[in-house]
């Protein structure tokens, strides 16, 4: 694609989104584009760019194609295990008056993250609690995948046990789709994290994982500055395990402490209560009901 026309499609998602493609990701950009101009009758991805100024439609599917970021089940992994082990546990503990989690899973993409979350609670939480999990994402393409909880193949070959694809899902045609009772736990909201949050409540885990490598400086602070507000007195938020709040300012610092649990770093509010280890199998078979 020309130059121009990667600056104008930069200059939009950065605008839109806050999200940053810097030069050299020309291929990307076109890459993702190209169906959508053909689909659009464009002879190429330059006339598609020219096209963007002018339909609405047009420029809302190419801010979708351009803001999906990887994800897969249980990505990572040691997130999952620091919640199922500790986070979780200390949540229930905490709880018992209410019974009830609140969870949010913030820059959804397609709904891995958010239903992986649901298979652990439906698995672990104790008879008579529920769960409410806060799907967010600034494409609507993606919220409405969540929404429909179907995925192909491919996508189900991408970190899923065998026994949670017979546990929770059923063939739809050639895709697979996830039980009501997971769906009936996740609600989908369009949010675009560089923007004020709105009234969406307080959680007891927050999970900002691979996002905040996408904005600039300024633009993660202010994430970071809000994010603090939604999180519980006692919560978690948990980031990707490549992302550092070390380069923070001092404001920011002194919101928030980070806790080492198992492989994973947690960013809790100043002063939350410290779980300094796991609980032993015993301890958590205790709290949630579940044998070791």
Known sequence: MAPASFQLIAALVLRETSIIYEPRKEYLVEARLHPLAAQAGCANVDAYVQMLSVNPVERRKAIDALTINETSWFRD??????????????????????RRLSIWS?????????YSIAMLLDQHLPAGWS??????????AMLTRVENGRYSQVE???????????????RAGSEWEIV???????????????????????????????????????TKHGILRRMHQHVAPDGYLLLGSSETTLDLPADLH??????????VQ???????????RPFSPAISAALTGVRP
């Not at 820059?107 to 958010?114: F, L, P, R, T």
């Not at 769960?131 to 609507?140: C, E, F, H, N, R």
């Not at 002194?254 to 492989?263: C, F, L, T, V």
């Open 131 to 140: 769960a409410d999990i806060l799907a967010t994402d600034v494409s609507t």
């Open 254 to 263: 002194a919101m928030w402490d980070r806790e080492q649990i198992g492989r």
């Open 180 to 218: 009501p009772a997971l769906r009936k736990m996740v609600r989908t909201r369009h949010l675009n994290l560089a923007e004020p949050f709105g009234a969406i409540g307080t959680f007891d885990l927050v999970l900002l994982r691979n996002v905040l490598i996408y904005f600039d400086q300024p």
């Open 77 to 98: 992994n040691a997130p999952y295990q620091a919640f199922t082990e500790t986070m979780l546990p200390a949540l229930i503990a905490a709880r018992t008056e209410r």
């Open 156 to 170: 189900m070959n991408r970190g899923l046990p065998a026994t949670s694809l017979v546990k929770y899902f059923t």
């Open 106 to 114: 913030a820059a959804c993409s397609s709904g891995q993250e958010a």
């Open 266 to 276: 947690a960013h809790r509010p100043a002063g939350a209560v410290s779980v300094p």
